[in-house]
Protein backbone atom coordinates (compact mmCIF):
# COMPACT_ATOMS: atom_id res chain seq x y z
CA UNK A 1 0.00 0.00 0.00
CA UNK A 2 1.48 3.34 -1.11
CA UNK A 3 1.16 6.25 1.96
CA UNK A 4 2.61 9.28 0.15
CA UNK A 5 2.51 9.71 -3.77
CA UNK A 6 4.13 12.66 -5.53
CA UNK A 7 2.73 13.56 -8.93
CA UNK A 8 5.24 16.19 -11.17
CA UNK A 9 4.76 17.26 -14.25
CA UNK A 10 4.40 20.81 -16.20
CA UNK A 11 1.61 23.40 -16.67
CA UNK A 12 -1.39 21.86 -18.38
CA UNK A 13 0.28 18.61 -18.40
CA UNK A 14 -2.65 16.87 -16.80
CA UNK A 15 -0.96 16.12 -13.38
CA UNK A 16 -4.13 17.22 -11.43
CA UNK A 17 -6.27 15.09 -13.44
CA UNK A 18 -3.86 11.93 -13.09
CA UNK A 19 -3.65 12.71 -9.17
CA UNK A 20 -7.78 12.80 -9.11
CA UNK A 21 -7.47 9.55 -10.78
CA UNK A 22 -5.48 7.80 -8.63
CA UNK A 23 -7.40 8.97 -5.43
CA UNK A 24 -10.46 7.88 -7.23
CA UNK A 25 -9.08 4.14 -6.44
CA UNK A 26 -9.56 4.72 -2.88
CA UNK A 27 -12.21 3.52 -1.06
CA UNK A 28 -12.39 5.69 1.97
CA UNK A 29 -12.78 9.27 2.98
CA UNK A 30 -11.13 11.83 0.45
CA UNK A 31 -10.19 15.30 1.66
CA UNK A 32 -8.84 17.75 -1.47
CA UNK A 33 -6.68 20.26 0.21
CA UNK A 34 -6.75 23.68 -2.15
CA UNK A 35 -3.82 25.64 -1.89
CA UNK A 36 -5.07 28.74 -4.20
CA UNK A 37 -5.32 32.27 -3.35
CA UNK A 38 -7.49 33.76 -5.83
CA UNK A 39 -5.61 36.92 -6.49
CA UNK A 40 -7.11 37.66 -9.86
CA UNK A 41 -9.71 36.61 -12.72
CA UNK A 42 -6.83 34.36 -14.25
CA UNK A 43 -6.36 32.27 -10.84
CA UNK A 44 -10.17 32.46 -10.08
CA UNK A 45 -10.89 30.60 -13.13
CA UNK A 46 -8.37 28.24 -12.91
CA UNK A 47 -9.94 26.95 -9.15
CA UNK A 48 -13.12 26.85 -10.71
CA UNK A 49 -11.96 24.96 -13.56
CA UNK A 50 -10.20 22.42 -11.19
CA UNK A 51 -13.62 22.49 -8.58
CA UNK A 52 -15.74 21.80 -11.36
CA UNK A 53 -13.68 18.85 -12.45
CA UNK A 54 -14.13 17.23 -8.54
CA UNK A 55 -17.74 18.30 -8.79
CA UNK A 56 -20.63 15.89 -7.33
CA UNK A 57 -17.35 13.68 -6.38
CA UNK A 58 -17.99 13.36 -2.63
CA UNK A 59 -14.49 15.15 -1.72
CA UNK A 60 -14.50 17.16 1.38
CA UNK A 61 -12.74 20.60 0.86
CA UNK A 62 -10.06 22.14 3.08
CA UNK A 63 -8.69 25.70 2.06
CA UNK A 64 -5.35 26.19 3.45
CA UNK A 65 -3.32 28.40 1.33
CA UNK A 66 0.00 29.01 3.94
CA UNK A 67 -0.12 25.96 6.25
CA UNK A 68 -1.50 22.31 4.57
CA UNK A 69 0.39 20.81 7.55
CA UNK A 70 -1.97 22.41 9.93
CA UNK A 71 -5.53 20.41 8.25
CA UNK A 72 -3.83 17.25 7.18
CA UNK A 73 -6.74 14.65 8.47
CA UNK A 74 -5.94 11.53 10.27
CA UNK A 75 -7.60 9.08 7.88
CA UNK A 76 -8.62 8.86 4.49
CA UNK A 77 -7.22 9.82 1.19
CA UNK A 78 -5.48 13.16 0.76
CA UNK A 79 -5.14 14.85 -2.29
CA UNK A 80 -2.90 18.39 -1.91
CA UNK A 81 -3.08 20.07 -5.43
CA UNK A 82 -0.73 21.94 -5.73
CA UNK A 83 2.40 22.37 -3.68
CA UNK A 84 3.43 25.20 -5.97
CA UNK A 85 0.72 27.60 -5.19
CA UNK A 86 1.37 26.70 -1.95
CA UNK A 87 5.24 27.87 -2.44
CA UNK A 88 4.30 30.84 -4.28
CA UNK A 89 1.66 31.98 -1.12
CA UNK A 90 4.66 31.75 0.93
CA UNK A 91 7.04 33.37 -0.87
CA UNK A 92 4.34 36.45 -1.13
CA UNK A 93 3.75 36.62 2.46
CA UNK A 94 7.68 36.50 2.75
CA UNK A 95 7.64 33.54 4.86
CA UNK A 96 10.71 30.70 5.16
CA UNK A 97 10.00 28.18 2.39
CA UNK A 98 12.62 25.66 3.34
CA UNK A 99 11.28 25.90 6.94
CA UNK A 100 7.55 25.39 6.15
CA UNK A 101 8.49 22.54 3.59
CA UNK A 102 10.56 20.79 6.37
CA UNK A 103 7.55 21.14 8.49
CA UNK A 104 5.02 19.61 6.03
CA UNK A 105 7.56 16.99 5.16
CA UNK A 106 7.74 16.27 8.89
CA UNK A 107 3.90 16.14 9.14
CA UNK A 108 3.30 13.93 6.24
CA UNK A 109 5.93 11.78 7.12
CA UNK A 110 3.35 11.54 11.12
CA UNK A 111 -0.14 11.63 8.76
CA UNK A 112 -1.49 8.02 8.72
CA UNK A 113 -4.07 9.20 6.09
CA UNK A 114 -2.50 8.14 2.31
CA UNK A 115 -1.70 11.81 0.77
CA UNK A 116 -1.34 12.27 -3.32
CA UNK A 117 0.95 15.55 -3.76
CA UNK A 118 0.98 17.54 -6.54
CA UNK A 119 3.71 19.51 -7.63
CA UNK A 120 5.17 21.63 -10.85
CA UNK A 121 8.31 20.88 -12.03
CA UNK A 122 9.68 24.48 -13.29
CA UNK A 123 13.40 24.22 -14.05
CA UNK A 124 13.69 23.09 -17.29
CA UNK A 125 14.19 26.08 -19.19
CA UNK A 126 16.73 29.21 -19.61
CA UNK A 127 17.93 30.70 -16.54
CA UNK A 128 14.72 33.78 -15.39
CA UNK A 129 15.83 37.11 -15.76
CA UNK A 130 13.63 37.95 -12.83
CA UNK A 131 15.81 37.09 -9.40
CA UNK A 132 12.29 36.71 -7.60
CA UNK A 133 12.01 33.72 -10.71
CA UNK A 134 14.81 32.46 -9.91
CA UNK A 135 14.44 32.24 -6.58
CA UNK A 136 11.58 30.46 -6.94
CA UNK A 137 12.41 27.75 -9.30
CA UNK A 138 15.51 27.01 -6.68
CA UNK A 139 13.22 26.65 -3.97
CA UNK A 140 10.41 24.58 -6.12
CA UNK A 141 13.03 22.38 -7.31
CA UNK A 142 14.71 21.81 -3.60
CA UNK A 143 11.02 21.01 -2.40
CA UNK A 144 10.32 18.59 -5.14
CA UNK A 145 13.54 17.00 -4.11
CA UNK A 146 12.87 17.14 -0.23
CA UNK A 147 9.37 15.36 -1.06
CA UNK A 148 10.28 12.98 -3.59
CA UNK A 149 12.81 11.57 -0.78
CA UNK A 150 10.17 10.85 1.47
CA UNK A 151 7.71 10.03 -1.27
CA UNK A 152 6.85 6.10 -1.68
CA UNK A 153 6.20 6.20 -5.47
CA UNK A 154 6.88 9.50 -7.94
CA UNK A 155 5.33 10.08 -11.08
CA UNK A 156 6.44 11.91 -13.60
CA UNK A 157 3.27 13.50 -15.90
CA UNK A 158 3.26 14.36 -19.60
CA UNK A 159 0.50 15.37 -22.41
CA UNK A 160 -1.64 13.32 -19.32
CA UNK A 161 0.57 10.36 -19.10
CA UNK A 162 2.87 9.07 -16.29
CA UNK A 163 6.29 8.04 -15.89
CA UNK A 164 7.53 6.58 -12.92
CA UNK A 165 10.33 7.60 -10.97
CA UNK A 166 9.75 5.71 -8.11
CA UNK A 167 8.25 2.83 -6.33
CA UNK B 1 0.95 -1.75 -36.51
CA UNK B 2 1.07 1.82 -34.68
CA UNK B 3 -1.46 4.43 -36.47
CA UNK B 4 -0.97 7.69 -34.70
CA UNK B 5 2.49 8.46 -33.13
CA UNK B 6 3.21 11.76 -31.06
CA UNK B 7 6.51 12.63 -30.30
CA UNK B 8 7.12 15.13 -28.16
CA UNK B 9 10.39 17.06 -26.49
CA UNK B 10 11.96 20.74 -26.01
CA UNK B 11 13.97 22.79 -28.05
CA UNK B 12 16.72 21.20 -29.71
CA UNK B 13 15.67 18.19 -28.62
CA UNK B 14 16.08 16.26 -31.54
CA UNK B 15 12.14 15.70 -31.74
CA UNK B 16 11.97 16.36 -35.47
CA UNK B 17 15.08 13.87 -36.48
CA UNK B 18 13.89 10.86 -34.17
CA UNK B 19 10.48 11.40 -36.14
CA UNK B 20 12.24 11.12 -39.64
CA UNK B 21 13.89 7.84 -38.31
CA UNK B 22 10.46 6.45 -37.41
CA UNK B 23 9.22 7.80 -40.50
CA UNK B 24 12.05 6.12 -42.33
CA UNK B 25 10.76 2.48 -41.33
CA UNK B 26 7.60 2.90 -43.28
CA UNK B 27 7.67 1.38 -47.00
CA UNK B 28 5.01 3.63 -48.13
CA UNK B 29 4.39 6.78 -49.73
CA UNK B 30 6.05 9.33 -47.44
CA UNK B 31 4.50 13.26 -46.90
CA UNK B 32 5.81 15.95 -44.97
CA UNK B 33 3.38 18.53 -43.82
CA UNK B 34 4.69 21.71 -42.93
CA UNK B 35 3.45 24.02 -41.00
CA UNK B 36 5.65 27.48 -40.58
CA UNK B 37 5.07 30.47 -41.83
CA UNK B 38 8.55 32.40 -42.60
CA UNK B 39 7.86 35.89 -40.22
CA UNK B 40 11.69 36.40 -40.10
CA UNK B 41 15.13 34.70 -41.58
CA UNK B 42 15.71 33.67 -37.71
CA UNK B 43 12.57 31.11 -38.32
CA UNK B 44 13.76 31.03 -42.54
CA UNK B 45 16.65 29.26 -41.76
CA UNK B 46 15.39 27.15 -39.36
CA UNK B 47 12.78 26.09 -42.27
CA UNK B 48 15.55 25.51 -44.58
CA UNK B 49 17.74 23.64 -42.03
CA UNK B 50 15.02 21.02 -41.44
CA UNK B 51 14.54 20.93 -45.61
CA UNK B 52 18.16 20.22 -45.84
CA UNK B 53 17.85 17.08 -43.38
CA UNK B 54 15.21 15.93 -45.52
CA UNK B 55 16.28 16.51 -49.15
CA UNK B 56 16.58 13.40 -51.38
CA UNK B 57 14.65 11.07 -49.05
CA UNK B 58 11.93 11.45 -51.26
CA UNK B 59 9.06 12.89 -49.46
CA UNK B 60 6.08 14.69 -50.94
CA UNK B 61 5.89 18.19 -48.78
CA UNK B 62 2.72 20.01 -48.15
CA UNK B 63 2.71 23.91 -46.84
CA UNK B 64 -0.57 23.63 -44.18
CA UNK B 65 0.42 26.38 -41.77
CA UNK B 66 -3.53 27.25 -40.86
CA UNK B 67 -5.43 23.81 -41.49
CA UNK B 68 -3.15 20.31 -41.74
CA UNK B 69 -6.33 18.64 -41.03
CA UNK B 70 -7.61 19.40 -44.60
CA UNK B 71 -4.88 18.56 -46.23
CA UNK B 72 -4.11 14.91 -44.73
CA UNK B 73 -3.54 11.75 -47.10
CA UNK B 74 -5.74 8.84 -47.21
CA UNK B 75 -2.37 6.55 -47.64
CA UNK B 76 1.14 6.07 -46.60
CA UNK B 77 3.28 8.06 -43.76
CA UNK B 78 2.45 11.36 -42.93
CA UNK B 79 4.72 13.68 -40.57
CA UNK B 80 3.41 16.56 -38.99
CA UNK B 81 5.90 18.63 -38.02
CA UNK B 82 5.04 20.78 -36.08
CA UNK B 83 1.88 21.33 -33.90
CA UNK B 84 3.57 24.06 -32.06
CA UNK B 85 4.13 25.72 -35.20
CA UNK B 86 0.84 25.20 -36.35
CA UNK B 87 -0.59 26.58 -32.48
CA UNK B 88 1.13 29.66 -32.68
CA UNK B 89 0.22 30.53 -36.30
CA UNK B 90 -3.75 29.80 -35.30
CA UNK B 91 -3.35 32.35 -32.12
CA UNK B 92 -1.46 34.86 -34.39
CA UNK B 93 -4.39 34.75 -36.59
CA UNK B 94 -7.23 34.77 -34.08
CA UNK B 95 -7.89 31.49 -34.42
CA UNK B 96 -10.26 29.34 -31.83
CA UNK B 97 -7.01 26.92 -30.70
CA UNK B 98 -9.84 24.56 -28.81
CA UNK B 99 -11.98 24.12 -31.78
CA UNK B 100 -9.01 23.49 -34.11
CA UNK B 101 -7.32 20.93 -31.91
CA UNK B 102 -10.60 19.24 -31.44
CA UNK B 103 -11.15 19.18 -35.52
CA UNK B 104 -7.54 18.00 -35.71
CA UNK B 105 -8.59 15.26 -33.49
CA UNK B 106 -10.87 13.72 -35.61
CA UNK B 107 -9.07 14.58 -38.80
CA UNK B 108 -6.35 12.24 -37.21
CA UNK B 109 -9.13 9.21 -36.29
CA UNK B 110 -10.86 9.30 -39.53
CA UNK B 111 -7.43 9.21 -41.28
CA UNK B 112 -6.56 5.86 -42.44
CA UNK B 113 -2.69 6.61 -43.22
CA UNK B 114 -0.13 6.61 -40.55
CA UNK B 115 0.72 9.82 -39.30
CA UNK B 116 3.67 11.00 -36.69
CA UNK B 117 3.02 14.26 -35.17
CA UNK B 118 5.54 16.43 -33.22
CA UNK B 119 4.93 18.91 -31.07
CA UNK B 120 6.64 20.74 -28.11
CA UNK B 121 6.41 20.87 -24.12
CA UNK B 122 6.51 23.93 -23.51
CA UNK B 123 5.12 23.70 -19.59
CA UNK B 124 8.11 22.62 -17.46
CA UNK B 125 9.25 26.47 -16.75
CA UNK B 126 7.83 29.49 -13.98
CA UNK B 127 4.96 30.93 -15.23
CA UNK B 128 5.54 33.14 -17.89
CA UNK B 129 5.05 37.03 -17.01
CA UNK B 130 3.36 37.76 -20.38
CA UNK B 131 -0.12 37.01 -20.49
CA UNK B 132 -0.04 36.06 -24.28
CA UNK B 133 3.03 33.09 -23.33
CA UNK B 134 0.84 31.65 -20.31
CA UNK B 135 -2.05 31.22 -22.97
CA UNK B 136 -0.06 29.42 -25.51
CA UNK B 137 1.34 27.31 -22.56
CA UNK B 138 -1.93 25.91 -21.71
CA UNK B 139 -3.13 25.78 -25.03
CA UNK B 140 -0.15 23.98 -26.01
CA UNK B 141 -0.66 21.41 -22.89
CA UNK B 142 -3.78 20.79 -23.54
CA UNK B 143 -3.41 20.05 -27.30
CA UNK B 144 -0.81 17.78 -26.04
CA UNK B 145 -2.88 16.10 -23.59
CA UNK B 146 -5.94 15.84 -26.48
CA UNK B 147 -3.64 14.36 -28.77
CA UNK B 148 -1.75 11.77 -26.61
CA UNK B 149 -4.91 10.66 -25.80
CA UNK B 150 -6.28 9.40 -29.08
CA UNK B 151 -1.95 8.16 -30.26
CA UNK B 152 -1.25 4.80 -30.17
CA UNK B 153 2.74 5.16 -29.33
CA UNK B 154 4.12 8.34 -27.48
CA UNK B 155 7.50 9.23 -26.82
CA UNK B 156 8.94 12.28 -24.99
CA UNK B 157 12.14 12.98 -26.48
CA UNK B 158 15.43 14.47 -24.18
CA UNK B 159 19.02 15.23 -25.85
CA UNK B 160 17.89 12.97 -29.11
CA UNK B 161 16.83 9.96 -26.60
CA UNK B 162 13.36 8.81 -26.75
CA UNK B 163 11.74 7.55 -23.51
CA UNK B 164 8.17 6.28 -24.04
CA UNK B 165 5.56 6.97 -22.73
CA UNK B 166 2.57 5.24 -24.39
CA UNK B 167 2.12 2.19 -26.42
CA UNK C 1 32.07 -0.57 -17.31
CA UNK C 2 30.93 2.72 -18.11
CA UNK C 3 33.15 5.22 -19.44
CA UNK C 4 30.74 8.16 -20.52
CA UNK C 5 27.88 9.09 -18.35
CA UNK C 6 25.74 12.15 -19.44
CA UNK C 7 23.46 13.65 -16.27
CA UNK C 8 20.84 15.46 -17.43
CA UNK C 9 18.19 17.41 -15.53
CA UNK C 10 16.48 20.96 -14.58
CA UNK C 11 17.70 23.47 -12.02
CA UNK C 12 17.72 21.92 -8.61
CA UNK C 13 16.96 18.88 -9.78
CA UNK C 14 19.49 17.03 -7.80
CA UNK C 15 21.15 16.44 -10.80
CA UNK C 16 25.02 17.32 -9.54
CA UNK C 17 24.00 15.34 -6.34
CA UNK C 18 23.27 12.21 -8.51
CA UNK C 19 26.46 12.83 -10.29
CA UNK C 20 28.39 12.82 -7.26
CA UNK C 21 26.76 9.64 -5.70
CA UNK C 22 27.62 8.07 -9.14
CA UNK C 23 31.36 9.14 -8.63
CA UNK C 24 31.82 8.30 -5.58
CA UNK C 25 31.21 4.39 -6.47
CA UNK C 26 34.74 4.98 -8.56
CA UNK C 27 37.51 3.04 -6.04
CA UNK C 28 39.96 5.28 -8.59
CA UNK C 29 41.01 9.39 -8.05
CA UNK C 30 38.44 11.21 -8.35
CA UNK C 31 38.61 14.85 -10.44
CA UNK C 32 36.22 17.47 -10.17
CA UNK C 33 36.52 20.14 -13.16
CA UNK C 34 34.75 23.13 -12.16
CA UNK C 35 33.62 25.49 -14.64
CA UNK C 36 31.98 28.50 -12.91
CA UNK C 37 33.12 31.47 -13.70
CA UNK C 38 31.91 33.90 -10.48
CA UNK C 39 30.28 36.92 -12.07
CA UNK C 40 28.74 37.81 -8.91
CA UNK C 41 27.51 36.99 -5.26
CA UNK C 42 24.67 34.42 -6.40
CA UNK C 43 27.02 32.48 -8.25
CA UNK C 44 29.87 32.69 -5.48
CA UNK C 45 27.25 31.20 -3.52
CA UNK C 46 26.04 28.35 -5.72
CA UNK C 47 29.78 27.57 -5.99
CA UNK C 48 30.58 27.39 -2.82
CA UNK C 49 27.04 25.07 -1.81
CA UNK C 50 28.32 22.91 -4.38
CA UNK C 51 32.37 22.92 -2.94
CA UNK C 52 30.65 22.19 0.81
CA UNK C 53 28.88 19.09 -0.57
CA UNK C 54 32.35 17.76 -1.65
CA UNK C 55 34.25 18.77 1.35
CA UNK C 56 36.37 16.01 2.95
CA UNK C 57 35.35 13.75 0.33
CA UNK C 58 39.12 13.96 -1.39
CA UNK C 59 38.41 15.23 -4.83
CA UNK C 60 41.32 17.45 -6.63
CA UNK C 61 39.64 20.28 -8.47
CA UNK C 62 40.36 22.32 -11.43
CA UNK C 63 39.21 24.60 -12.38
CA UNK C 64 38.35 24.84 -16.12
CA UNK C 65 35.83 28.12 -17.12
CA UNK C 66 36.57 28.04 -20.62
CA UNK C 67 38.57 24.97 -22.36
CA UNK C 68 37.82 21.47 -19.95
CA UNK C 69 39.12 19.32 -22.49
CA UNK C 70 42.53 20.66 -22.44
CA UNK C 71 42.44 19.62 -18.33
CA UNK C 72 41.10 16.04 -18.39
CA UNK C 73 42.87 13.70 -16.76
CA UNK C 74 44.35 10.42 -17.85
CA UNK C 75 43.04 8.25 -15.76
CA UNK C 76 40.60 7.79 -12.24
CA UNK C 77 37.06 8.99 -12.27
CA UNK C 78 36.04 12.68 -13.62
CA UNK C 79 33.28 14.57 -12.76
CA UNK C 80 32.84 17.97 -15.00
CA UNK C 81 29.98 20.16 -13.34
CA UNK C 82 28.47 22.01 -15.55
CA UNK C 83 28.05 21.76 -19.53
CA UNK C 84 25.49 24.68 -19.13
CA UNK C 85 27.72 27.02 -17.20
CA UNK C 86 31.04 25.83 -19.41
CA UNK C 87 28.32 26.89 -23.17
CA UNK C 88 27.63 30.35 -20.62
CA UNK C 89 31.08 31.24 -20.38
CA UNK C 90 31.91 30.43 -24.26
CA UNK C 91 29.33 32.59 -25.07
CA UNK C 92 29.83 35.38 -22.81
CA UNK C 93 33.70 34.86 -24.16
CA UNK C 94 32.26 35.23 -27.50
CA UNK C 95 33.76 32.05 -28.69
CA UNK C 96 32.08 29.42 -31.08
CA UNK C 97 30.30 27.07 -29.01
CA UNK C 98 29.79 24.67 -31.89
CA UNK C 99 33.13 24.28 -32.46
CA UNK C 100 33.94 24.20 -28.85
CA UNK C 101 31.65 21.47 -28.39
CA UNK C 102 33.00 19.21 -31.07
CA UNK C 103 36.33 19.71 -29.56
CA UNK C 104 35.12 18.50 -26.13
CA UNK C 105 33.35 15.46 -27.61
CA UNK C 106 37.30 13.85 -29.32
CA UNK C 107 38.68 14.43 -26.56
CA UNK C 108 36.10 13.09 -24.61
CA UNK C 109 36.08 9.94 -26.71
CA UNK C 110 39.75 9.97 -26.60
CA UNK C 111 40.04 10.05 -23.01
CA UNK C 112 41.03 6.81 -21.11
CA UNK C 113 39.88 7.79 -17.61
CA UNK C 114 36.10 7.33 -16.62
CA UNK C 115 33.88 10.89 -17.00
CA UNK C 116 30.80 11.91 -15.82
CA UNK C 117 29.42 15.20 -17.38
CA UNK C 118 26.29 17.11 -15.88
CA UNK C 119 24.37 19.64 -17.93
CA UNK C 120 20.92 20.90 -17.90
CA UNK C 121 17.76 20.68 -19.94
CA UNK C 122 16.71 24.00 -20.63
CA UNK C 123 14.53 23.75 -23.99
CA UNK C 124 10.87 22.55 -22.35
CA UNK C 125 9.46 26.63 -21.80
CA UNK C 126 8.06 28.67 -24.41
CA UNK C 127 10.07 30.58 -26.73
CA UNK C 128 11.95 33.09 -24.64
CA UNK C 129 11.73 36.77 -25.42
CA UNK C 130 15.41 37.26 -25.62
CA UNK C 131 17.23 36.75 -28.86
CA UNK C 132 19.96 35.67 -26.37
CA UNK C 133 18.30 33.28 -24.54
CA UNK C 134 17.05 31.55 -27.98
CA UNK C 135 20.39 31.01 -29.07
CA UNK C 136 21.59 30.03 -25.85
CA UNK C 137 18.94 27.43 -25.63
CA UNK C 138 19.91 25.88 -29.17
CA UNK C 139 23.19 25.74 -28.66
CA UNK C 140 22.62 23.93 -25.01
CA UNK C 141 20.07 21.49 -26.80
CA UNK C 142 22.48 20.65 -29.38
CA UNK C 143 25.47 20.22 -27.08
CA UNK C 144 22.77 17.82 -24.99
CA UNK C 145 22.44 15.74 -27.88
CA UNK C 146 26.02 15.56 -29.32
CA UNK C 147 27.44 14.12 -25.77
CA UNK C 148 23.99 11.78 -25.22
CA UNK C 149 25.28 11.01 -29.07
CA UNK C 150 28.73 9.45 -27.43
CA UNK C 151 27.57 8.31 -23.78
CA UNK C 152 27.49 5.01 -22.71
CA UNK C 153 24.79 6.10 -20.22
CA UNK C 154 22.96 9.41 -20.47
CA UNK C 155 20.13 9.99 -17.28
CA UNK C 156 17.21 12.23 -16.62
CA UNK C 157 17.30 13.60 -13.05
CA UNK C 158 13.82 15.22 -11.99
CA UNK C 159 13.50 16.22 -8.02
CA UNK C 160 16.17 14.09 -7.25
CA UNK C 161 14.92 10.70 -8.82
CA UNK C 162 16.89 9.10 -11.72
CA UNK C 163 15.29 8.08 -15.14
CA UNK C 164 17.56 6.07 -17.51
CA UNK C 165 17.53 7.32 -21.31
CA UNK C 166 20.44 5.58 -22.43
CA UNK C 167 22.74 2.18 -21.09
Not at 127 to 141: C, I, K, L, S
Not at 150 to 159: G, L, P, Q, R
Request: proline fraction near 5%; hydrophobic fraction near 45%; charge should be neutral.
Amino acid sequence: MSRLTLVLGGARSGKSRFAESLARQHGGPRTYIATAEPFDDEMRQRIARHRDQRAGDGWQTLEAPLDPAAVLPREGLVLLDCVTVWLGNLMHHGRDLKAEVTKLCAALEACPAEVILVSNEVGLSIVPENAMARRFRDEQGLANQALAAIADNVFFIAAGLPLKLKG
